[in-house]
């Protein structure tokens, strides 16, 4: 077990973060020569003065600053967001610097075990969906889901969910298209053996336009009901339902390469040791599932702000920088148009985490994403097109943005986590916890820890452990959230309700 009580992350930086809570009166040594006694008590995950500060200077940690002082602060004394403040503006101009790095990790051949859908792409999953085109028909759908569960034998059935939602209706413009290609999106996933989708008939998301909207899907697999249409339509559903059960229960898993896993990045209750443990972790294992030939797809836009330059310069090119630029300043405009401050955050649950300002928080969350280059931009409901690394627009949300993500195309979401969450949406919901006391905490919630980086492993064996532990996950095993069924779905909404 370490006995280091605090880290230095970047040798620019004039912050060091707790590990475990320091003393006031207790002395820590810096770089082996510079002996500093600390002023106040200071929780684990919190910031640490390594210089006097002056009204006005940026503190420096990753090695960029995430802030400036507004009050003198002391070597030694704690940094929180009661003296600092964000040094972040509005809508900026920005220019293309390409710093592109070359990941280069030697082709392992991994596998794991899936299903392989009628147009090729990959299943993680074999689940029964029952999806409502509109939020009055929530209770039928739920119905529907409890009843088949009670009938279901199959063991090769992984699980029957409803998926109920508040849309659908008494929608406009784009929020009436961002419900209707999310549904279309989840009908359309890989992790679906078999979909049942649900209208009422009067509503706004009406079930024949939606099955154009569809575009091409399997038929056999995809099923309709119009409830005021039926006679009974709780007997016309479980009809549809046991023809689906019947087709599904006959799929089996096959060896598939690692390269057909999407994965999704996403955190939420972030700590001041999100950005040393798990999002690094998650940056390690996106850059090898991306050199093995496959996709990582990074969401939160306004957690990227701060740290958004750093993602441009990765652009692999010019048109996907000027994308980059259109899905960071497109979204501070959401934020201006409803008057409303483009950097409020982090949460409450941040700052007691050890998080003081937006930067610090986004230089933290976009380590997720590793170092390789951004390959695509995704707008909100859009589909996974590009292997590689893409961005994808998205609020930071965890219901929301997670939905995003799966319906993007990703078969799970690997959610780094300081504080905790149980939730978990429509695809497998990976928790990481960043640091060793939540995971011990919250066995219920994590499937992963994170903090023994803290201790004593080192990143090369915490990554193997972590990629043969996604193999597990995408070839069957469940996660918390599955084995707790905790899976819902949130849908981005912007404007007025009719």
Not at 31 to 44: G, L, R, S, V, Y
Not at 83 to 107: C, F, M, S, V
Not at 348 to 372: D, F, R, V, Y
Request: aromatic content about 8%.
């Amino acid at each position: 077990m370490s006995t280091v009580n605090f880290i230095k992350i970047n040798p620019d930086d004039n912050v060091a973060v707790a590990i475990h809570p320091l003393k006031k009166g207790e002395n820590i040594t810096v770089n082996n020569k510079n002996i500093i006694t600390i002023q106040e008590d200071i929780p684990a995950g919190h910031k640490i003065a390594l210089k006097d500060f002056n009204v006005d200077e940026n503190i420096i940690k990753y090695g960029y600053p995430i802030g400036h002082t507004i009050t003198p602060i002391s070597q030694g004394s704690w940094i929180n967001e009661k003296n600092i403040r964000t040094n972040l503006k509005g809508i900026l101009n920005y220019e293309y610097t390409p710093a592109l790095t070359h990941i280069d990790i030697q082709n392992k051949s991994l596998t794991f075990k899936g299903y392989r859908r009628k147009n090729g792409e990959a299943g993680i999953r074999n689940e029964i969906w029952i999806i409502p085109t509109v939020g009055c028909v929530n209770g039928i759908v739920n119905q529907l889901a409890q009843s088949l569960r009670q009938e279901a034998k199959d063991s090769h059935i992984d699980s029957i969910v409803a998926y109920t939602h508040n849309y659908g209706c008494s929608q406009l413009g784009d929020d009436h298209e961002n419900t209707r290609k999310i549904l279309r999106d989840m009908v359309l996933h890989p992790n679906a053996g078999g979909v049942l989708l649900v209208g009422l008939g009067c509503e706004n998301n009406q079930l024949n336009s939606f099955k154009e909207f569809l575009g091409e899907y399997d038929t056999e697999r995809v099923r309709f009901m119009e409830c005021q249409k039926v006679d009974d339509e709780f007997e016309e559903g479980m009809k549809l339902l046991r023809e689906l059960y019947k087709i599904a229960s006959k799929d089996r898993r096959i060896e598939m390469p690692i390269n057909k896993l999407r994965i999704g990045l996403k955190c939420g209750g972030s700590d001041g040791f999100s950005g040393i443990t798990a999002n690094p972790l998650l940056g390690v294992f996106s850059d090898f599932l991306i050199s093995q030939g496959g996709t990582a797809v990074l969401t939160e836009v306004p957690e990227m702000f701060g740290a958004e330059t750093i993602l441009m310069n990765r652009c692999e090119n010019r048109e996907i920088f000027n994308k980059t630029v259109q899905l960071i300043n497109n979204f501070k405009k959401y934020f201006i148009d409803n008057h409303q401050p483009v950097y409020e955050n982090p949460s409450p649950g941040n700052k007691a985490g050890g998080i003081s300002t937006l930067e610090e928080k986004s230089l933290g969350c976009t380590q997720k994403c590793g170092k390789s280059p951004v390959r695509d931009v995704l707008r909100y409901g859009e589909k996974i097109q590009t292997h590689g690394l893409n961005l994808l627009s998205a609020p930071g949300n965890d219901l929301v943005a997670a939905t995003a993500l799966a319906a993007s195309g990703c078969q799970m979401v690997l959610f780094t986590t300081g504080r905790g969450t149980p939730f978990g949406t429509f695809v497998p919901t990976v928790k990481i916890s960043t640091n060793t006391p939540l995971y011990k905490h919250k066995p219920g919630w994590i499937d992963f820890d994170a903090g023994t980086l803290l201790e004593n492993e080192n990143m090369e064996s915490l990554a193997n452990r972590f990629i043969n532990f996604i193999i597990e996950i995408a070839s069957g095993k469940y996660t918390q959230n599955e084995k707790k069924n905790y899976r819902e779905i949130a849908i981005f909404k912007t404007g007025v309700t009719l």
